[in-house]
């Protein structure tokens, strides 16, 4: 038991004051080294820990401390994890899914909410945290024509905070920009890399879909619309680097299928490519158990792993291990390797998540475009 | 208007802590007009109020990076042959790294390893002789790049290049002191070649900082240990001014030096010997009367089994 409800319970049934105090006094979940102990109060049936984790019960049951309105349960959480749950809160007939009315730390999604665990070790990076000294880059519209999805296709813009029209920019273009900016902190990422000369001035495309889980899943309209239709308006709208060693794609989840994808079809157009936690299901014989959605996923990836071809000189991967898409992103990365990919591939104890894509944005984007850090001696 | 013996007063970054104007005091800088190299900033040439508030002299900016920027738009030929070396020099740099990698690693091995002491110093010595030829070769190569550039391209024989050369001759004809700013060395040096400035500083006083400070010795030596990617390794990037022989100057060390990896540290100061390796961290200062060490404070030089040890003045 953690050492701190030990204490609690050492002189029997606790008095509910003693309870207030160490509610005030504890920070949640309580993290005791590896163990982490989730703590519920309230007159309730049951209690379940929901944590979309991959190796482990999608539910697991709280304990009621007798003589108590406390609900415990405890995990193991190897060092350096982070996880998002919630608290499935059941009275009566009602069945309810909660943010741990203890933790303060949330993480948000196009979902809703979760409650983040941040295990023993975990520490967020201090540069997805607004700095001061970094100067912020500016967001502007821009209208894409577009002949593909016979509509205009509204995006963002990110412009380095030194831009000026008489230099050229590397472009880096993002799948589900707006959800990265809003649940990844991609703006505040970049102001802060580029201030560090981590990584280069760069002129970052923000693309988001109507439509994400057809257009992003393996479709050919989508690929044309980057290379025949975003990429022209970005070189006419802004001073960029021409070449693909200066284009980089990037997406999560389905994102990384959609970058992959494009750059597959059009090799030679994207000098490298940001892959988190892509969606690569695929399969060697029968029909794949993730569902229709998957379906065009999956004839892209099992035409890809046949005949992988060269998408880019440099890819950077990052897939958490406690998602179930880990044993798909390890497998692709001898395929791409193979075909003299130069790729790396960063695993986290980490989940299916904006956090977790976040935080391996600093490794992925100053691997890919190096910054003149090497070169600048302040 | 130079000084009998010129002052070479080098300083580490100017942030957090501020020394030039202390510095320059302690030195006995007069208060006459200084002539400002801030190209190493690139865009940002010319931002020297925060400078200004600092000292008293009244400062003037040489703008040598917006002249070239000037030049690379008014002459394309020019423009077309600087961008042809440049992608020479960045191919020279990266067969350069490849080979250093694999040299590094063995001379790491042979520092770390043990045995018969008589065997593994030969072994050790071998090991490091090899780093040299490489950076020696390099160099070579790096330096025959620039000359084939240079032969056309020079101050005293293209009319362009010669303008502004005597225009910036005419604003050193003014000075008795320049002043090198930090920001990024490879495009600094570059920008004080193209207008011979490596040959027109030698008489002058020079107060510089950081890139500035890097730019004056003979080979300008890049090092960072704490990448996103982690550590790299070494490399010579070229030729330097020549100002300061037998220095290789290390601005920002504290924040850019792994100093408790003793390995590491050791080879840098047995690779770039006989040269002094000495930091030059924010605060520190290291002050020449042409190539004689007059006086220090907070500088610290790597001695050759990589222990660090302040920098004492004879």
Not at chain 1, 51 to 63: M, R, V
Not at chain 2, 195 to 200: A, P, Y
Not at chain 2, 244 to 252: A, K, Q, T
């Given at each position: 038991m953690n050492p701190a409800l030990r204490?609690?319970?050492?002189?029997?049934?606790?008095?509910?004051?003693?309870?207030?105090?160490?509610?005030?006094?504890?920070?949640?979940?309580?993290?005791?080294?590896?163990?982490?102990?989730?703590?519920?109060?309230?007159?309730?049936?049951?209690?379940?820990?929901?944590?979309?984790?991959?190796g482990l019960d999608t539910a697991q049951p709280f304990q009621a401390l007798p003589g108590t309105d406390l609900w415990v349960t405890t995990i193991e959480l190897p060092k350096g994890s982070r996880i998002e749950y919630k608290f499935e809160v059941v009275t009566g007939d009602s069945r309810e899914l909660i943010l741990d009315p203890l933790n303060g730390v949330i993480a948000e999604d196009p979902f809703g909410a979760n409650s983040v665990c941040q295990g023993f070790g975990y520490v967020r990076p201090e540069w997805t945290l607004h700095d001061p000294q970094a100067r912020a880059g500016s967001l502007q519209s821009l209208q894409v024509d577009s002949s593909v999805f016979r509509e205009s296709r509204e995006i963002q813009v990110y412009l380095p905070a030194t831009f000026r029209s008489n230099r050229r920019y590397p472009l880096l273009i993002v799948h589900d920009g707006i959800d990265y900016l809003r649940y990844a902190d991609l703006k505040i990422v970049l102001d802060n890399l580029i201030h560090r000369l981590e990584i280069p001035s760069v002129i970052v495309a923000l693309i988001q879909s109507p439509d994400r889980l057809k257009e992003y899943g393996g479709d050919d309209r989508h690929a044309r619309f980057l290379v025949d239709e975003l990429l022209p308006r970005m070189s006419d709208a802004f001073p960029l680097l021409d070449g693909p060693g200066a284009r980089c794609l990037m997406g999560a989840s389905f994102g990384g299928v959609a970058a992959l994808h494009?750059?597959?079809?059009?090799?030679?157009?994207?000098?490298?490519?940001?892959?988190?936690?892509?969606?690569?299901?695929?399969?060697?014989?029968?029909?794949?158990?993730r569902g229709p959605v998957f379906d065009s996923v999956v004839r892209f990836m099992n035409e890809l792993r046949e005949q992988p071809g060269r998408p880019a000189e440099r890819i950077f991967m990052s897939c958490g291990m406690y998602e179930s898409l880990i044993y798909e992103n390890r497998s692709l990365v001898p395929h791409l390797q193979s075909k003299g990919v130069d790729l790396r591939f960063e695993e986290a104890r980490d989940a299916h998540n904006w956090q977790n894509w976040r935080d391996r944005l600093r490794t992925g984007l100053s691997w890919l475009m190096p910054g003149p850090a090497w070169l600048v001696y302040e | 208007m130079s000084p009998e013996t010129p002052l070479r007063l080098l300083l580490g970054p100017q942030r957090p802590v501020v020394n030039l104007g202390d510095a320059m005091a302690r030195c006995g800088i007069g208060d006459g007009p200084i002539g400002v190299i801030s190209a190493g900033w690139q865009e940002a040439e010319g931002d020297i109020d925060d400078v200004q508030r600092l000292v008293q002299n009244p400062l003037s900016d040489l703008r040598i990076y917006q002249r070239t920027e000037d030049l690379f738009a008014a002459d394309k030929c020019l423009h077309d042959a600087y961008r042809l070396r440049q992608d020479r020099l960045i191919e020279q740099q990266r067969l350069y790294r490849m080979r250093l990698k694999h040299l590094m690693v063995a001379a790491r091995h042979t520092l770390r390893t043990e045995g018969g002491p008589a065997v593994v110093a030969a072994e050790r010595r071998h090991a490091i002789s090899q780093l040299r030829a490489l950076d020696r070769h390099h160099l070579g190569q790096v330096e025959k790049l620039h000359r084939r550039f240079d032969r056309e391209f020079n101050t005293d024989s293209y009319a362009r290049l010669s303008e502004h050369a005597a225009a910036i001759d005419d604003a050193l004809s003014r000075v008795e002191t320049a002043l090198v700013t930090g920001g990024n060395v490879v495009v600094l040096m570059n920008r004080l070649r193209l207008f011979g400035l490596d040959r027109r500083l030698r008489s002058k006083n020079i107060i510089a900082w950081s890139a500035g400070a890097m730019v004056l010795c003979d080979r300008i030596v890049l090092f960072h240990d704490l990448m996103p990617q982690g550590r790299r390794d070494p490399e010579i990037v070229g030729k330097g001014m020549g100002l300061l022989p037998g220095i290789v100057l290390l601005p920002d060390a504290a924040k850019r030096l792994r100093a408790k990896d003793l390995v590491r540290i050791e080879l840098f100061s047995r690779r770039f010997a006989p040269a002094s390796c000495m930091t030059l961290d924010n605060g520190s200062l290291l002050l020449f009367e042409a190539e004689t060490l007059r006086d220090s404070d907070a500088a610290k030089r790597i001695t050759r089994n990589g222990k660090f040890r302040r920098v004492r003045a004879a």
């Amino acid at each position: 038991m953690n050492p701190a409800l030990r204490k609690l319970l050492r002189k029997g049934t606790p008095e509910p004051a003693d309870i207030d105090a160490l509610l005030a006094e504890q920070d949640f979940p309580l993290v005791d080294g590896p163990d982490v102990t989730f703590v519920f109060r309230g007159t309730v049936d049951e209690v379940n820990l929901r944590c979309w984790i991959s190796g482990l019960d999608t539910a697991q049951p709280f304990q009621a401390l007798p003589g108590t309105d406390l609900w415990v349960t405890t995990i193991e959480l190897p060092k350096g994890s982070r996880i998002e749950y919630k608290f499935e809160v059941v009275t009566g007939d009602s069945r309810e899914l909660i943010l741990d009315p203890l933790n303060g730390v949330i993480a948000e999604d196009p979902f809703g909410a979760n409650s983040v665990c941040q295990g023993f070790g975990y520490v967020r990076p201090e540069w997805t945290l607004h700095d001061p000294q970094a100067r912020a880059g500016s967001l502007q519209s821009l209208q894409v024509d577009s002949s593909v999805f016979r509509e205009s296709r509204e995006i963002q813009v990110y412009l380095p905070a030194t831009f000026r029209s008489n230099r050229r920019y590397p472009l880096l273009i993002v799948h589900d920009g707006i959800d990265y900016l809003r649940y990844a902190d991609l703006k505040i990422v970049l102001d802060n890399l580029i201030h560090r000369l981590e990584i280069p001035s760069v002129i970052v495309a923000l693309i988001q879909s109507p439509d994400r889980l057809k257009e992003y899943g393996g479709d050919d309209r989508h690929a044309r619309f980057l290379v025949d239709e975003l990429l022209p308006r970005m070189s006419d709208a802004f001073p960029l680097l021409d070449g693909p060693g200066a284009r980089c794609l990037m997406g999560a989840s389905f994102g990384g299928v959609a970058a992959l994808h494009a750059a597959w079809r059009f090799p030679e157009q994207f000098g490298s490519l940001l892959l988190q936690s892509g969606s690569f299901a695929f399969s060697d014989i029968g029909r794949h158990r993730r569902g229709p959605v998957f379906d065009s996923v999956v004839r892209f990836m099992n035409e890809l792993r046949e005949q992988p071809g060269r998408p880019a000189e440099r890819i950077f991967m990052s897939c958490g291990m406690y998602e179930s898409l880990i044993y798909e992103n390890r497998s692709l990365v001898p395929h791409l390797q193979s075909k003299g990919v130069d790729l790396r591939f960063e695993e986290a104890r980490d989940a299916h998540n904006w956090q977790n894509w976040r935080d391996r944005l600093r490794t992925g984007l100053s691997w890919l475009m190096p910054g003149p850090a090497w070169l600048v001696y302040e | 208007m130079s000084p009998e013996t010129p002052l070479r007063l080098l300083l580490g970054p100017q942030r957090p802590v501020v020394n030039l104007g202390d510095a320059m005091a302690r030195c006995g800088i007069g208060d006459g007009p200084i002539g400002v190299i801030s190209a190493g900033w690139q865009e940002a040439e010319g931002d020297i109020d925060d400078v200004q508030r600092l000292v008293q002299n009244p400062l003037s900016d040489l703008r040598i990076y917006q002249r070239t920027e000037d030049l690379f738009a008014a002459d394309k030929c020019l423009h077309d042959a600087y961008r042809l070396r440049q992608d020479r020099l960045i191919e020279q740099q990266r067969l350069y790294r490849m080979r250093l990698k694999h040299l590094m690693v063995a001379a790491r091995h042979t520092l770390r390893t043990e045995g018969g002491p008589a065997v593994v110093a030969a072994e050790r010595r071998h090991a490091i002789s090899q780093l040299r030829a490489l950076d020696r070769h390099h160099l070579g190569q790096v330096e025959k790049l620039h000359r084939r550039f240079d032969r056309e391209f020079n101050t005293d024989s293209y009319a362009r290049l010669s303008e502004h050369a005597a225009a910036i001759d005419d604003a050193l004809s003014r000075v008795e002191t320049a002043l090198v700013t930090g920001g990024n060395v490879v495009v600094l040096m570059n920008r004080l070649r193209l207008f011979g400035l490596d040959r027109r500083l030698r008489s002058k006083n020079i107060i510089a900082w950081s890139a500035g400070a890097m730019v004056l010795c003979d080979r300008i030596v890049l090092f960072h240990d704490l990448m996103p990617q982690g550590r790299r390794d070494p490399e010579i990037v070229g030729k330097g001014m020549g100002l300061l022989p037998g220095i290789v100057l290390l601005p920002d060390a504290a924040k850019r030096l792994r100093a408790k990896d003793l390995v590491r540290i050791e080879l840098f100061s047995r690779r770039f010997a006989p040269a002094s390796c000495m930091t030059l961290d924010n605060g520190s200062l290291l002050l020449f009367e042409a190539e004689t060490l007059r006086d220090s404070d907070a500088a610290k030089r790597i001695t050759r089994n990589g222990k660090f040890r302040r920098v004492r003045a004879a």
